[in-house]
């Protein structure tokens, strides 16, 4: 099949059960995409298939092909930063660094289609991610801040 | 495993045709089943490309493509579908990929959609290879993860129709991440509906008047919710304790809004 | 603040040196390695609670697609031995058995490693291990621990006398006396439901074999250690094996040594003769065992509040019994009660039983947080009976003079407990919320206010084992003035290693981005014991500091030499002295390259020093208690919850904690070890539980039964510091990053109490959840 990552085309061979996470991870080489559940439920493997966020466990990799694919690898241009990575960095919004990406893609969606989000716009979108390490706090402080720059 | 993308319903019908394939919605459910092995389908059929998706308005009501996302209902000001889908947990990852059509075809008891559907009055339409059916919600769900469909039918459009009732929706968790675990679904018009999700097997209707709805709210949900369902989040009996809880909440909240 | 050194560094928050690698998604996580010709390992778990195994047959399996072996325990046997304790029960005079990497003979818990598939990829593993076929004659079982101690229930390991694995008794003075003689006795029992540590990445392991010496990559906290066991299970000498922990993706004890499949992977990859790679599903991780169990005590006071004596039963359950450190756990809820509160008449019996499920392994909190919430009950309880304010209760117990020697013979090296709960009152608004009460109650709301006090010993050594209260560090200054500090302890995330390159730039006098750190790798950094209890900061600190002020005085006595003046400083990377100035990599490269021209200054900038801190004594007393603790952090936590009393959910409203680790070396850091370490507690006090099915499965196995704090379920955590310097460790800091979690539960269940007062519940055990609140509330009603 081909799968479409971060702007590039890759011809990879899959069995068709093989999950989008896996592909990407294991196929097309890229690791910054994470797994912490394969249920759905931890957001560690977040990416961005054609604009929306999509946890990258619950997608056949099959099921992608024809999509744009976006992968934490893509957020920063070289060495700069995107914002919402400094913010993430400034605030100390995170610790063990696992979660991040997927805390990263799930906040610039965010922050990208809600100008001035509340903090329950905030606490909401990152709903379906989690952390045990931070308790939280930061990365709210992190999406916070991430927004109004 | 054989896997189809087929581009329409035809080529859906088709491929479910020999009733042994898996129908893959937006996935958010079927995926990680497969992959714990408590699915293990000899084919796939995605149905990412055959145009189910969406919502338009058809007449006195509203048809919605069985592969809607939630993001998408949530945009929409489709009564109580609209709400719930907002209050739908698992972050906007799933929100934009869980489809409305896939959850009522999964009807896990502790879900959103299946309650506000049968509130609704919806009808769920059906395709198989040539054919086509409509089966009103409160018969479409038959139990604990069991539908009215056939192994070779696929959910296509769930048509809902306008309602001047005032809607109430009003979800119980434990706690931002669990699933439901009691949901009312109130419709507030010259009687009182409201339908309970997540307490019984398959949602509880539970009609009311008026004038006498709280005072007979208690009695009448005891009498309906003989079986509440049990899992480990939460024991049965404590689901029926506070099932007339939370369907109170939700008639209020309509009435307030009528 | 209190006095810090007088160099900058010390006391700011520079952001993650790690950060730039973790934000871009480059960092490498245990499973990111893959190295040419990778084969993957599958764990076949029993599916019985307790039973002989009869048969295994991997025939199927064997001839499944792609793989390379199956192995069984027996044939594991014949290649390795038992895993060594990480901390042996037979030492502390209780029941061991050994721990193999596969089972034998005989499963004791669902999940228990029976056989391994290694194929060439995850998915042809997996499928091939779902052939293994596994027949057991089942045994009965026994899941509850108190029932595990009746005479004739099933026995785990048949050779013992019964299912427990120790019994002790701890404390002081005459108890039973003290509570003959005092004013009102308040009893209670407590059930602290099993929790677990879930790191939102799950365990694993890496392993390949070049001739005779063994890499293994693991996600591990204590890279020495696995090193040693990994030495004696499978008889290989510790200098042909190097071990290197991968970024670890959160730990909170679970990734301490002493697993099963650390022995069992480096031996798949010596048979299958391939690098294996194995890491858990998690529905495995979720198995771990993180606290169980249940407590009854009684307390007596005086009328005006004075709490004269401690007498509390505790039956904890460990599951089955395990090589890792967990199953030591619940000494340390014995040992740390009663906490920071001055009562000498105190017993404490602990018994730890085993029960036909999973063990338990370490736990932030390491038992410590359920002498807390105990401690904090018994307090409450008191005030109650009463009639007193809680706090008040806490104001007349607290220690003031330090040291202070606890009736289990802690030796508390300082604190201001008054400190602590004044400025939590003060900021929670203590006053203006018992005000409030009243009228929300009569609106039908339920609002309550709940403290809790912990005392956290940290940095802990145990003699004879690897829990070690020194550490060891190397700091390196290159010829280019560049420094490589290498250091026994391990980061599984918190950020210790932003701390100790703070650390040592500020010692050394140059700019933290010429620090490099290195941790974690068995062949690079001196002999350590990485990461557990609040340790990292005090004696890897403490070491780095040592080693980094051997370098700065060689740097100063060439500076010196250069200058020809005794008066020379560094700051800022600069050397300066007699009105001139050098940069430090001038002095550097002036000793390493004319060594011979600067005269007897031995020409190396390298220094390799242990720290160990003072307070430790491991001399019993004449009660045989011994101190093996040098600092203890200290905190007050209130918490301020709603009860809807139609369904039974609290909702958290406010939280403040207020801090007293000593020094701190980076206070973001700091809080954000506070904040995770809170966050674990108010879990496990409101949603957080591992339930078993009655066969003894795991019914709880993913993240929507096992329920997490979320993003929306934690309010701002506000936090408080106070800095009382540890008189006993070099900064004065003590360790932070387990306290929290028993403080959260306590101030979360008194809060939950408070709320329902109008009831008269009484809390009896967490998690509080939403059917447990309402059958708490039932149960009061008339
Ligand atoms: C983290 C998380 C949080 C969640 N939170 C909530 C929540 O708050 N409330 C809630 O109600 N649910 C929740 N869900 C479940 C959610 O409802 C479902 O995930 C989603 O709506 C199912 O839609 P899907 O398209 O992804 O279904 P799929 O996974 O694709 O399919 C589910 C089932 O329906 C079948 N199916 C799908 N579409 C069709 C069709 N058109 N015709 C016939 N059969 C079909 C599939 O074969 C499968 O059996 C959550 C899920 C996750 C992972």
Redesign the pocket.
Known sequence: MKLTVNGVEHEIDVDPRTLLVHAIREQVGLTGTHVGCL???C?ACTVVVDGQTT?SC?VLALSAEGSAVETIESLADGDDLHPVQQAFWDEFGFQCGFCLPGMLLTAKELVESTPDPTDDDILRAID?NLCRCTGYNTIVAAVRKAARS | MRYTRPADVDGVTAALADGDA????????????MTHGR?RPSAVVD?AKAG?AGIARDGDGWVIG??T??TELARSNVPLLAT?AR?????P??RN????????????P?????AVLVALGARMR?ARRGGAREVPAAEFFAGAFR?A?EPD????AITVPDTAAAPGYV?F?LVE?S??IV?AAALAGPTIRVVL?GAAAAPVVVELERASWRARLRSEVDRLLTEPWDDVLAPGHYRARIAPVIAARAVAGALEEA | MAALPARVGIGSSPRKRDGAALLTGRALFLDDHRPEGLLHAVVVRSEVAHGRIRAIDTAAAAAAPGVALVLTGAEAAKHAGPVPYFIDPAARGGNRTDIRCLQVDKVVHVGQPVAAVVAASRHEAQAAADLVRITYDVLPHVLDARAAMAQDAPRLYEDWPGNVVAHNRYGSGDPDAALAAADVVVEGELRIARTTTAPIEPRGYLASWQGDRLTVHASCQNPHQLRWMLSVSLGVDESRIRIVTAKVGGSFGLKMQGHPEETLVALLSLLADAPVKWVEDRRETLMAGAREQVHRFRVGATSDGRITGLVNEIVADIGALTAQAGWAMPNMSATTQPSGYAVQDVRVELDIVCTNKPPCNAARGFGKDAAHFVMERAVDLVARELGMDPAEVRRRNFVREFPYRTATGLNIDSGDFDGLLDKTLDAVDYAGIRRGQAESRERGRYLGVGLGFELTPESSDSPGTFVSGFDTTTVRMSVTGMVTVLTGVTSPGGGNDTGIAQIVATELGVPIEWVELVQGDTDRCPNGFGNFSGRSMVVGGGSATLAARDVRAKLLAVAARLFETSEVDIRDGIASGGGRELPVPEVARALLTRAFAIGDIEPVLESTRAYKPGNINHVPDELGRIQPYPTYSSSLHAAVVEVDAETGKVTLADYVMTHDCGTMINPALVEGQARGAVTMGLGSALSEQLVFAADGSLASNR??SYLLPRAGDIPLLRMIHQVTPSPFAMHGNKGAGEAGVGGAQAAVANAVEDALAPFGVTVRGVPLSPPNVLALIDEARP
């Not at chain 2, 209050?87 to 972050?91: A, E, K, L, R, S």
């Not at chain 2, 502790?110 to 299946?114: E, F, G, L, Q, W």
């Not at chain 2, 039918?153 to 296509?156: F, P």
């Open positions: 249920t759905g439920d957001g946890k619950s379906g | 898996v129908v893959v919605g937006g996935g958010t459910m079927v995926v990680p089943e699915v149905l189910l069985a592969m996302t939630y719930a209050g739908i947990t698992g972050g990852q799933i990929r869980g489809t409305v059509g896939g959850s009522a075809s999964y009807a896990n502790s879900s959103d959609v299946p059906l539908t469909r039918e696929v959910l296509t979800k968790k991440g699933w439901p949901t999700g | 993240f929507k």
